[in-house]
């Protein structure tokens, strides 16, 4: 495309780069990272052979907080509850895990699918957590009961 048939728009767009506000060194392929609602935290989902925890990282820091297990293999999607005290991970062999930000606990967990979880996600009050997978299900639980889905 040539430069006349740029609009001045555009070329703002182009110019305008993007401000790195952290960079974080991963030892692992990252498949998804989320930020915390409250902008103090970042998780990522990471795979590698031989790592099966994703990092919870403080945002302002960049320290590793915690390291979040996964008990089979490895974490393919994440996500932050609204109120920034929970972070969901869901990965390979159907698992779902919930964890507590602060402590690094794991509260609750389910092989609620019987293939990769591809998708997490927290509903508007946190009360609510749905993955989807490739087994073509989608799962809705109550946060505080993720062995049976609603």
């Known amino acids: 495309m040539s430069s006349s048939n740029v609009t001045s728009s555009q070329h703002l767009l182009f110019k305008s780069m993007p401000t790195i506000l952290a960079k974080v060194n991963l030892k692992s392929t990252s498949w998804e990272m989320a930020i915390s609602p409250d902008q103090r935290f970042m998780v990522f989902a990471q795979w590698n052979n031989s790592v099966t925890s994703s990092a919870l990282?403080?945002?302002?820091?960049?320290?590793?907080?915690?390291?979040?297990?996964?008990?089979?293999?490895?974490?393919?999607?994440?996500?932050?509850?609204?109120?920034?005290?929970?972070?969901?991970?869901?990965?390979?062999?159907?698992?779902?895990?919930?964890?507590?930000?602060?402590?690094?606990?794991?509260?609750?967990?389910?092989?609620?699918?019987?293939?990769?979880?591809?998708?997490?996600?927290?509903?508007?009050?946190?009360?609510?957590?749905?993955?989807?997978?490739?087994?073509?299900?989608?799962?809705?639980?109550r946060v505080d009961n993720l062995k049976e889905p609603i």
Request: charged share 15%; with cysteine; glycine share 10%.
């Open 57 to 141: 990282i403080d945002f302002n820091t960049q320290k590793v907080l915690h390291m979040l297990k996964m008990r089979y293999n490895q974490a393919f999607c994440c996500a932050f509850s609204p109120d920034s005290k929970l972070v969901a991970l869901g990965g390979s062999s159907g698992e779902l895990i919930l964890y507590d930000v602060d402590s690094g606990t794991e509260l609750g967990s389910s092989a609620c699918h019987a293939n990769n979880v591809c998708g997490v996600g927290f509903s508007s009050d946190g009360s609510l957590l749905v993955s989807a997978s490739e087994d073509r299900h989608m799962n809705v639980f």
